[in-house]
């Protein structure tokens, strides 16, 4: 008797003795124990293979659980077919769509589904998507009530481990739901193009009454200063027609003289010059004023141009100061010429936005000092404007140049000047722009502009 040692299952081979063996096929002892040993082997693998099985088995069921809870978790339909267009697999979703059962749409032909100008499509479907891998497209499918129901359609191929073609994998989602999404998104982003349109534009006419109000300012004196003059002139021109008409009519000696003391002739022969140099004068910076706000109000269209960057930083302080009923103390660092190939509008609105900032954040001062810099540093050059006001706080350093970052009341502050600024020395003229606050106090912006911009 031999023992099974290998599965431990205490079971027997059935003794030899009991077998019906002719006597001269009768084996010796050692070649049945071998028999048994092997068949005792064969058992053990049996036994082995089953539980392999059993194991896989419960895999697979669980994979299958799996792929059951995910298809009937999927919001998006889902249709799979096999390469004869036959439908193998659809979801919950598309069951809900249709108002079918699984039953219902198994083995059925996948153009069966869809409405029928979109059958002839879906029926070339896994072909078609072979040639072109993915296929995106809109049909409409045919619901269990006879309606059709518009669907976005994503079709890709399943192939075999050999690349041959073995069906087709559909999903898709109701356009009606993409629709709204999409039409609610549409209108939002319109919205917020109209109100970013009405800020810049609310930005621009903030900026443009401050430029108005200190060019009726500038104006006003020049042009004051003309009519005064010329009520002067007109006058002078009475006494010397009332003298001259004297001399046409042949008038005395004595009473020319008179005439003479009593238009005071010589007085108003001696003003005219200087009366008729400041007139000029005063039409020169009614002229030179109307030349900078042309300059001003066109810079966007223009190309790279040799700038002297210290006339923009007088000029930009000098439109900003003129419309201030207390001009700040200026102090300035800046050479006598500094010359760069730039754009000369574009530093301007930079230069007038930090300076008007600057400006505003010293508005409660009693002695404002405002400082600007200008001095090379390397292949670039660099302007500092640093005002002696609050600071910025802490938190607001990474905000200040983002769109429609403002702490000025309504009315006051847009918001846009630091990202106009930002946007056109970094895209348009290829430079940096920084802020921070100063270790002693009061804001400082840096602009790094190169020497020469490279592109434009
Ligand atoms: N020099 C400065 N000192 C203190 N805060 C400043 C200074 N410059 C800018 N800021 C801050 O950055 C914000 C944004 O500036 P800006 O973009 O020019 O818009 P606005 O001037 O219309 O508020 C300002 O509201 C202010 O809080
Ligand atoms: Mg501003």
């Known amino acids: 008797m031999v023992e099974h040692p290998s599965t431990g299952s205490g079971r027997r081979a059935s003794p030899p003795r009991q077998l019906p063996v002719p006597a001269q096929l009768a084996l010796s002892e ?56 036959r439908i193998q697999q659809v979801n919950n979703a598309l069951l809900r769509l249709l108002g079918s059962t699984r039953e219902a749409l198994l083995g059925r032909r996948l153009s069966e589904l869809f409405a029928p100008g979109a059958a002839q499509l879906a029926s070339t479907l896994p072909h078609a998507v072979h040639q072109a891998a993915i296929l995106d497209c809109e049909l409409e499918l045919i619901n ?70 200190g060019v009726a300012h500038e104006l006003n004196n020049p042009i004051s200063f003309v009519f005064a003059n010329m009520h002067s002139l007109q006058r002078y021109g009475e006494r010397l027609q009332s003298y001259l008409g004297l001399l046409h009519a042949g008038a005395g000696p004595g009473e020319l003289a008179a005439a003479r003391r009593k238009q005071r002739v010589d007085e108003t022969l001696a003003d005219l010059g200087p009366l008729i140099d400041g007139s000029l004068e005063g039409a020169q910076r009614v002229s030179d ?26 000029s ?45 954040a010293m508005e409660d001062l009693a002695e404002p000092l405002l400082e600007v810099e200008l001095a090379t540093a390397g292949s670039e050059i660099l302007l500092r ?7 910025i706080a802490e938190a607001n350093l990474v905000r200040v140049f983002d769109p429609f970052f403002t702490t000025k009341e309504v009315g006051k502050g847009t918001g846009l000047g630091l990202y ?11 430079g940096r722009l920084q802020a921070r606050n100063h270790p002693q106090g009061g804001a400082e912006f840096t602009l790094w502009l190169p020497r020469e911009v490279r592109h434009g």
């Open 144 to 213: 269990s009530a006879g309606e059709a129901v518009p669907i976005a359609l994503n079709c890709t191929a399943r192939q075999e481990a050999d690349g041959t073609l073995s069906g087709v994998v559909v999903t898709g989602r109701p356009l009606g739901e993409l629709r709204q999404a999409y039409r609610q998104l549409h209108e939002a982003h319109e919205q917020l193009k109209t109100a970013q349109q009405q800020l810049v534009q609310s930005e621009k006419m903030a900026s443009l009454g401050r430029l108005v109000a």
């Open 420 to 430: 106009v600024s930002y946007g056109l020395a970094t895209e348009q003229c290829g």
């Open 30 to 85: 050692d070649a049945w124990i071998d028999v048994i040993r092997r068949m005792d082997e064969v058992y053990a693998d049996l036994v082995r293979y089953q539980l392999d099985l059993e194991e896989k088995n419960v895999a697979l069921e669980d994979a299958q659980r799996f792929i059951d809870s995910v298809l009937s978790a999927m919001s998006d339909v889902l249709i799979v077919a096999g390469a004869d267009g």
């Open 289 to 314: 004023i109307v030349q900078n706000l042309r300059r001003f109000a066109t810079p966007q269209r223009q190309s790279a141009a040799a700038v002297d960057v210290c006339r923009v930083v007088r």
């Open 385 to 391: 404007v640093r005002d002696h006001g609050a600071g």
């Open 316 to 360: 930009a302080l000098d439109w900003v100061c003129r419309g201030l009923r207390r001009r700040p103390r200026i102090a300035l660092d800046v050479p006598e010429t500094l010359e760069i190939l730039g754009y000369e509008g574009h530093m301007q609105q930079i230069l007038i936005n930090l300076i008007q900032n600057a400006v505003d």
